[in-house]
């Protein structure tokens, strides 16, 4: 029998390096959505990096170290949420196996992994929240993260809340649950294959001629947004939690500072 839902969840947000280096806006966004959901939500300030890019350079050292300080950050709120498939997934599914011959912190980690959340399934499977409706007059096209697809299981939910937003319309790419080459790591290590893929990921967003890109992850998007740019298109590229949030006034990623005429 699962546990019932506290009635105001005091939700850690978990804020992800990309989202603070880079694109702070979709950290707002995210705070944003959860406390319309009923959450009470607090930003530890002692929070790092989940240890993905060292877990996945094979450092299990140094990722003990950073999972140790997560654990500890983190493990007093009712659920930790990320808006990152990604650093969801490091936390909730990888966590387990650097500690599987500590039987206390591998105690700690289930414990933490069991309530570690991405956002759009921690608002649809968990908080059941129908108080997202907002608006966006575009057309839009949605990528799957292979994180997010493949390990957590996230597919109808984000577009689900996206039929609530008035003014959208989702046209879906025939490549949508195609990698876009980034990979963490692997656009480094191999970054003639990553070109390639990435360059059928953009051709194909670019057919479905919408106004808009939309993802769950952060790196996912940056990658896109990118090469876009490279390419000459002007299409917009937006996290999902921006959308959602109504918080869509600001330039898309990679895109430049709008300025006054």
């Known amino acids: 029998m699962s546990e019932a839902i ?3 969840p005091h939700v850690g947000l978990f804020v992800t390096c990309l989202v603070d280096l ?4 979709v950290g707002f966004a995210t705070l944003k959505l959860l406390e319309l959901a009923g959450c009470q939500v607090s930003v530890p300030v ?3 990096c989940c240890g993905q890019p060292a877990y996945n350079s094979g450092d299990r050292s140094d990722t003990r170290d950073i999972a140790k300080q997560v654990i500890e950050t983190f493990e007093e709120f009712d659920y930790i949420v990320a808006p990152s498939g990604s650093c969801g997934g490091m ?3 990888h966590y387990l196996d650097l500690f599987k011959d500590d039987d206390t912190w591998e105690k700690r980690a289930k414990n933490l992994a069991n309530k570690t959340f991405e956002l759009i399934v921690f608002l649809s499977d968990v ?10 007059k575009t057309t ?3 990528h799957d993260s292979c994180s997010g697809l493949r390990e957590l299981s996230i597919k109808d939910q984000p577009r689900e809340f996206l ?19 980034f990979g963490g790591l692997f656009c480094v290590k191999y ?13 194909d967003i670019l057919q479905t001629e919408t106004e808009m890109v939309l993802g769950g992850d952060l790196g996912c998007l940056m990658n896109i947004a990118g090469r876009l740019t490279r390419r000459g298109s002007e299409k917009e590229v937006r996290h999902i939690a921006e959308v959602l949030a109504d918080m869509t006034h600001g330039p898309g990623i990679a895109a430049p500072e709008k300025t006054e005429a």
């Open 6 to 8: 506290p009635t105001s």
């Open 22 to 25: 880079t694109r702070p806006s």
């Open 46 to 48: 002692m929070q790092t």
């Open 91 to 93: 936390i909730s599914h």
């Open 127 to 136: 908080i059941k929240t129908n108080k997202i409706n907002g608006q966006c």
């Open 140 to 142: 839009a096209t949605y």
């Open 163 to 181: 039929k609530n937003i008035n003014g959208l319309k989702l046209v879906e790419g025939k490549k949508s649950e195609v990698c876009c080459g």
């Open 191 to 203: 970054p003639d294959i990553s070109e390639k893929m990435l360059d059928e990921k953009v051709d």
